[in-house]
């Protein structure tokens, strides 16, 4: 193959710039077919820095003049390159550039969707506007001009304050927008569109006023109403919460409908996937409703802990993102049910950060090396970043924490910074000492802690010896893993004083309870205290006990979903084996007894308690991988638990209709979400009469929560002839086909299906009106859930993954960053049998062979291949 390999960026490497770029001054021609750029750069050597050239970043310019001081300069120019040599130690430099938004499928730069032109500069997209020090430590003051046609383009918007604005000739018009807070390029955002606006305010603490406004689709301000409370709603929780207010007279979020990702957070105008801006009760589910809130307040408080405070190089990326993450994890645990959001993040974190940990993209909260940094946008960074975050709050306790952040902002407002300088804030302002907690930092992998414990009834002891082990790790050194534990007698009883957080600081230790009358039951890891793997040898019994009787609601989860992944795995080997797997009736009586109590311990956790652990996250507890036995198993149990409990299931869903208007909140969401779970049990029964109660919900609901429920519910039939399931599929389509969010729902619960014959719907579904192959959401909905798709995915004939390789193929050049996304599908792909191993190196193989293969793509197949 003669390709030319990528280089690879090293942390260690990291210089500063040899130039500042002190102010910024932009104008944007926008032109059907061509826009274009003149910047006036003002420079000045970093003095810190041995004198050097000027490299300027660019990808995909046409450049029309550089001048200096006013004089035409000379320059070398290659493809991503613009250099200049002699230059005074002070100076500005224009460059004129033609763009062509137009064309960018790439959605990073300058882009054109349905209703305007819109810009994405995270990572790296600056450059593809204009010649720059594309990079987070170059920090400047901008000032932006915008003209264009005053018809198709009539609101025009730049990060900062509007100073002017007027009309030009040819019915165009012109703004000038001007942002008084320096920032690194990558915050800069632009939009030219015709789009409607939803305007409210809010007030600060100290009594500022911030003009709100949320911009969309012309047509769709009945769907803004609950981002702008929760706008409003994340200014308010971050000013009580760590005393952090808005510092913006203007702040905008813009939603747009193709967008690679969730949202950003450019400085006062926030671009966001029209996914989590647009609801509306019957368009969008709870779960919706509350992962807005949780974007909304994300980009929100990313003002201070990412544009305030940003990031000395895309190594830190960590620094922000598992803050941020942390924050609106919070955030939304305050608004909605803590319980329940500490149950979801770590079945979120089980689902996708524990196997990228364990597989070939494996890597530290902050990486070390990276080829493509738009690769290391990963739940690793966000996730177990945010899980890093917590720690240090766990080690230090809340008022510490705070005074943490406190001392962060006091030292480094305005910088661009690294991991190490925010842990030193934690560290002056609580005395506690993180040199081995910045392990977390530097290694990969989850790390496994098996706990033994001994009772001594002599010495009225008990003695809990925990092991850690991290074969990803580059060594053995023990890493400081805080784990929050409780004691309970076998009657049920937590013990008095036995609550406590152990630092398990070496590869063995040994921590001792006193004064403990009777062999305890230990509840470990309370409230999943650190992202590791906790192994304890507990019996059915002792993890029954811990389900019915934990007071910490976590660990009352954790027991359920231990006792079940026992029995999953344990019939999986059965079925592989040939034989039918018996299932124990404690089980089932500790499920009837969550289902009895659902008033006490809430409807929410309830059904948390009773949705069974993924298959994903089954199939990581499995050297050898069989993703038939694991499905037919799984499937196997919740039929099983159908057929035991179908009075109860019946019953409840009965009892537990919402008879008020709908709402969006905990207390609703959660009776619904039960109430969903026990339809989709019944739905287990071969019975016509169930699948028509299905059916009936679906037609007469009238919210998407319950809806969408029954309609998931019915997708998973695989009967010969299922009515219920063909009509509902046709009429949410018909009734939807114009709600382009609502189209992903339709998309994503066909490929999600277990049904046999998902590949040929998906195959289908690519042909549809209802697919467009350009657009992310589309292409996550319909191709990227059918990767998550484990057993229809990992098809033995090889089938799913030709598939994948081919829609990667056809995607990459149009879009590297979700083709990249698509090809991460491949990650476990050795986790299985021999045969599925093959297929799978065959069409890792056929992409990596692919002639201009994009270098996104390229880095996650060769880790995969390895
Ligand atoms: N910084 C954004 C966030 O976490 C993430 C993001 C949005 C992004 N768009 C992107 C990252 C495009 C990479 C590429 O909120
Ligand atoms: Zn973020």
């Known amino acids: 193959m003669n390709r030319e390999t990528p280089p690879t960026i090293y942390l260690k490497d990291y210089t500063p710039p040899a130039w500042w770029i002190d102010t910024v001054d932009l104008d944007f021609v926008v032109e059907t077919g061509a826009t274009t750029v003149t910047a006036r750069l003002a420079l000045r050597r970093n003095p810190a820095v041995a004198a050097q050239p000027l490299v300027l970043d660019g990808e995909d310019l046409e450049t029309l003049g550089v001048s200096v001081d006013g004089q035409p300069a000379t320059f070398v120019a290659t493809p991503t390159s613009l250099t200049l040599t002699d230059l005074p130690d002070a100076c500005t430099l224009t460059t004129v550039v033609r763009i062509d938004p137009d064309k960018n499928t790439r959605l990073s730069g300058l882009y054109r969707s349905k209703d305007g032109y819109f810009t994405q500069c995270e990572a790296q997209g600056f450059r593809r506007i204009t010649w720059f020090l594309d990079r987070p430590d170059v920090m400047s003051v901008y000032t932006v001009t915008l003209h264009a046609d005053k018809e198709a383009f009539p609101v025009l918007l730049a990060n900062g304050n509007p100073v002017a604005a007027g009309d030009e000739a040819d019915g165009r018009h012109w703004a000038k927008w001007a942002d008084p807070f320096r920032k690194p390029a990558y915050l800069f955002a632009v939009v030219a569109g015709k789009l409607d606006v939803l305007r409210d305010s809010f007030r600060t603490a100290s009594g500022r006023e911030v003009q709100l406004a949320i911009y969309v689709e012309p047509g769709k301000l009945d769907q803004c109403p609950h981002a702008m409370a929760a706008l409003q709603k994340s200014m308010k929780w971050d000013e009580e919460r760590f005393g952090l207010e808005c510092d913006l007279d203007h702040y905008m979020i813009v939603a747009v409908g193709d967008f690679n990702m969730g949202a950003m957070e450019n400085k006062g105008l926030n671009i966001f996937n029209t996914k989590y801006v647009l609801a509306r009760p019957d368009v969008a589910t709870d779960v919706d409703f509350e992962n807005i809130d949780r974007v909304v307040a994300h980009e929100y408080f990313h003002n201070w802990t990412g544009n305030r405070v940003t990031c000395r190089d895309w190594f830190q990326l960590s620094l922000k993102e598992g803050l941020t993450v942390f924050r609106d994890q919070e955030f939304g645990a305050d608004l909605h049910n803590r319980q329940t959001a500490r149950i979801r993040e770590v079945r979120g974190l089980r689902a996708a950060q524990f196997p990228e940990d364990a597989g070939p993209m494996a890597h530290p909260i902050r990486p070390a090396s990276f080829v493509e940094i738009n690769n290391f946008y990963t739940s690793t960074v966000y996730e177990k970043g945010a899980e890093v975050i917590r720690m240090i709050q766990t080690l230090i306790g809340r008022d510490a924490f705070r005074a943490g952040m406190d001392e962060y902002f006091r030292r480094h407002d305005g910088q661009a910074v690294t991991c190490e300088d925010f842990v030193a804030a934690m560290a002056a302002a609580s005395g506690f000492d993180f040199t081995q907690f910045m392990r977390w930092y530097n290694q990969p992998g989850t790390p496994k802690v098996v706990v033994d414990g001994h009772y001594d009834p002599l010495e009225r002891s008990y003695t809990l010896t925990c092991t850690q082990s991290n074969p990803r790790a580059s060594d053995d050194a023990p890493a400081l893993i805080p784990i929050r534990v409780a004691l309970f007698t076998e009657a049920d009883e937590l013990i008095a004083g036995s609550e406590r957080t152990l630092q398990l600081t070496a590869n063995s230790q040994s921590f001792v309870f006193n004064d403990i009358g009777d062999e305890p039951v230990p509840s470990l890891l309370r409230d999943f205290s650190a992202p590791v793997n906790l192994e304890f040898d507990y019996t059915p019994e002792q993890l029954t006990l811990l389900l019915a009787f934990e007071t910490d609601p976590f660990n009352a989860w954790e027991a359920g979903q231990r006792l079940a992944s026992t029995l999953i795995l344990g019939a999986a080997a059965e079925i592989a084996a040939g034989r039918t797997p018996q299932w124990p009736d404690s089980f089932t009586a500790a499920c009837r007894r969550l289902l ?242 093959a297929h799978a190196r065959a069409a890792l193989e056929k992409i990596r062979a692919h002639p201009g293969l994009v270098r996104d793509v390229l880095e996650v197949v060769e880790r995969a291949l390895g």
């Open 596 to 837: 009895q109590t659902q008033r006490e311990r809430g409807a929410a956790f309830v059904a948390e308690a009773l949705t069974l652990p993924g298959e994903t996250t089954l199939a990581e507890q499995l050297e050898i991988v069989d993703p038939d036995a694991l499905h037919a198993a799984r499937n196997g149990l919740r039929r099983h638990l159908a057929e035991q409990l179908e009075g109860e299931f019946s019953g409840l869903y009965a009892a537990l209709t919402v008879k008020e208007a709908y709402a969006p909140d905990s207390e609703q969401a959660g009776r619904r979400a039960l109430r969903n779970l026990c339809l989709s049990y019944l739905l287990e029964l071969d019975s016509d009469a169930l699948r028509r109660l299905a059916y009936a919900q679906f037609r007469e609901a009238d919210n998407m929560t319950d809806q969408f429920a029954a309609l998931a519910a019915l997708a998973n039939i695989n009967a010969a002839v299922c009515v219920q399931r063909e009509e509902a599929l046709a009429e949410f389509y018909d009734r939807w086909k114009d709600e382009a969010l609502v189209v992903d729902k339709w998309l994503q619960v066909q490929s999600t299906s277990r049904r046999p014959d998902t590949l040929a719907t998906v195959k289908a579904l690519t042909q549809h009106p209802a697919f467009d192959a350009g657009n992310p959401n589309k292409i996550y909905a319909l191709i990227r859930a059918f990767g998550a798709n484990l057993v229809r995915f990992h098809a033995a004939d090889g089938s799913g993954y030709a598939f994948m390789a081919e829609r990667i193929l056809l995607l990459h050049e149009r879009n590297p960053q979700v083709a990249s996304r698509l090809a991460r599908s491949f990650d476990r792909w050795k986790k299985f049998d021999a045969d599925r191993q």
